[in-house]
Every structure is written in C-alpha cells, then in structure tokens.
T-cell receptor, first 115, second 111 residues
Framework: GAGVSQTPSNKVTEKGKYVELRCDPI?????LYWYRQSLGQGPEFLIY????????DSGLPNDRFFAVRPEGSVSTLKIQRTERGDSAVYLC?????????????FGPGTRLTVL | QKEVEQDPGPLSVPEGAIVSLNCTYS??????FMWYRQYSRKGPELLMY????GNKEDGRFTAQVDKSSKYISLFIRDSQPSDSATYLC???????????FGKGTRLHILP
C-alpha cells in the first residue's frame, strides 16, 4: 500500500522567502508528526497532530514556523522569512492512533536549502 | 547534556562480523525504546522496539535495554552489505507522544 508521501522532495529558496512543505499521511492514520533532521543529526520533533488539531507544538523553534492539518489528513508545514539555519530535511510521519506505542511511519522527507 | 547520546561513527566492519551499536540516555522517564534504520535520502524505518529491560531478538537483530545503567544496545549478527545504513536509537516516555532520537551511527559493512 501507499506510504507517507512528501512534496516537494527538494526545495531551494532564498533567505527571507516563504515556503510550504506538504505531507500526505497513510490513509486512515489519525496522528501526524513533523520532524526536522539537520546534517549529521537525528530527527528532532517539531509538532504532533491528532486529527485536525495540534496536540503538541512544543518543538516548533519560533513563530516563523506554523503547521496546519485542516481536514485531518494532509498537512502543510509553513516557514516564513526563511533563514539559512532552516536548511535541513523535514520529515513527516504518521501513525494509526498516536501515542508512544503506535509505530510511526516516516516519509522520505523534503530537503530544504536556504541560500 | 543531551537526553540521548549516540556515537555518530562511522563504523566499518567486514561482512559476517557482529556489530554492536549503543546509546545512553539521561531521562529516567523513558520507557519505550526503539531502533530505526535510515538509508541515504530515505526516511527512518522502525527496526525493533522494546518496553522493558532485557533482550529482544528478531532474526539477526537483538535489542538490549539496561534501565539501571540507562544504556541500550543493538546487535547485528552475520552482518551483510545491505545492513549499511545509519542506525538511530530512539525513545519516549509513557505519556509522551514525541520520540527523542540519538544522532545516529553510520554503519558500513565491507564486502
């Protein structure tokens, strides 16, 4: 079956621009997660959605980062006024119901480069 | 001190060798321990998980947790070139939804 998909696979932008990254979770999965993976590091939690609502956004680094999931399926991560330090791979994951015991399935990521 | 410490490697071993990968952690609230494998330009995939201290075996892979020492390990027996990847340890607390990952260890199995 189809896994988690993310678009675009690569995004190059200039400092100060706005970007949107899209995640399509596995059909029927109610929980959706965004992580950021910098070079040589493990994924770092950003935000967790349960259905349409953000259940935990404690990992968002600042107010330039925002994410939505309006219909409880597709999610968009939005970054305003991008900075060079935002360059990383942004990973999306989904799980059936959420919670620590529920396996998270990861997408291939969007590689963001801010020039 | 980071919550989860993992040596980034790289670690190079000959095909057929036993590989030992390790992580230490500082948060005693962690109760759920995982190992993910990540191939280049792919997302992580869950390899093994365990809830408690002790060993768990799955084919060539054995996960070991020692909560008293806050130390977890992954052993790979009869290593194959296809095992070459980055291995990420990860853990979470019982009432927490987020996973905390280690840096990952890059493993190369030499044919």
């Amino acid at each position: 079956g189809a896994g988690v998909s993310q678009t675009p696979s690569n995004k190059v932008t200039e400092k100060g621009k706005y970007v949107e990254l899209r995640c399509d979770p596995i059909s029927g999965h109610t929980a959706l997660y965004w992580y950021r993976q910098s070079l040589g590091q493990g994924p770092e939690f950003l935000i967790y959605f349960q259905g349409t609502g953000a259940a935990d956004d404690s990992g968002l680094p600042n107010d330039r980062f925002f994410a939505v999931r309006p219909e409880g399926s597709v999610s968009t991560l939005k970054i305003q006024r991008t900075e060079r330090g935002d360059s990383a791979v942004y990973l999306c994951a989904s799980s059936l119901t959420g919670g620590p015991y529920d396996e998270q399935f990861f997408g291939p990521g969007t590689r963001l480069t801010v020039l | 001190q980071k919550e989860v410490e993992q040596d980034p490697g790289p670690l190079s071993v000959p095909e057929g060798a036993i590989v030992s990968l390790n992580c230490t952690y500082s948060n005693s609230a962690f109760q759920y321990f995982m190992w993910y494998r990540q191939y280049s330009r792919k997302g992580p995939e869950l390899l093994m998980y365990t809830y408690s201290s002790g060993n768990k075996e799955d084919g060539r892979f054995t996960a070991q947790v020692d909560k008293s020492s806050k130390y977890i390990s992954l052993f790979i027996r009869d290593s194959q070139p296809s095992d070459s990847a980055t291995y990420l340890c990860a853990m979470s607390a019982l009432r927490d939804d987020k996973i905390i990952f280690g840096k990952g260890t890059r493993l190369h199995i030499l044919p």
